[in-house]
């Protein structure tokens, strides 16, 4: 199992890092639609591409040790 989950979540994590400006992009763009304008812009102003980056080094480094 773990030969399995720690592969994708490197994968996983890394391509969240690597595409971060899009994922931020799209996923401000989606917040209106799901709980009203004022949050998607209160997201837009208080968070930055950079934390979606952070975001996906998290499952890099967590699926890290599973490949071995």
Not at 17 to 43: E, I, M, T
């Amino acid at each position: 199992m773990n030969l399995f989950v720690g592969p994708v979540m490197v994968v996983v994590g890394i391509l969240t890092a690597r595409n971060r400006v899009s994922l931020f992009k799209w996923s401000v763009s989606q917040q209106p639609d799901l709980f009203g304008d004022n949050v998607g812009d209160a997201q837009q102003r208080a968070s930055s591409p950079s934390w979606m980056g952070f975001g996906g080094v998290g499952p890099s480094a967590a699926g890290g040790p599973l490949l071995f």
